[in-house]
């Protein structure tokens, strides 16, 4: 299954920081889970300062229940290290089903 996740950041340095930093953790830890990043990108328009990533869970996983699991491991933790988590305002999970004609399954 995969899933648009947006973060929302309080300020462009936290943007930064998350991004460059910390989230670029995430990919070996995520892996220790069976997720997979397609992709990453940062947004700062209109004022926002978002981070979004696309991630696919593991066939048959529920991603809740990995989520939960990852987030509460050594792996995580250590990816978080140095980081302020009230820096990150809001967290919008969007599952996504392909299209039959989608190049990306």
Do not use: K
Request: charged content about 20%; overall charge negative.
């Amino acid at each position: 299954m995969l899933q648009l996740r947006i973060y929302t950041l309080r300020s462009p340095e936290a943007l930064r920081q998350y991004a460059t930093v910390h989230w670029a953790r995430h990919l070996a830890t995520f892996e220790i889970f069976g997720v997979t990043t397609h992709g990453v990108w940062t947004e700062r328009s209109g004022g926002a300062n978002r981070l979004v990533a696309l991630i696919r869970y593991p066939s048959g996983a529920d991603p809740d229940e990995v989520t939960r699991e990852c987030m509460s491991s050594p792996e995580f933790a250590s990816d978080m290290a140095g980081f302020d988590p009230e820096e990150i305002i809001d967290v919008q999970s969007l599952p996504l089903d392909p299209t039959t004609f989608s190049p990306m399954r």
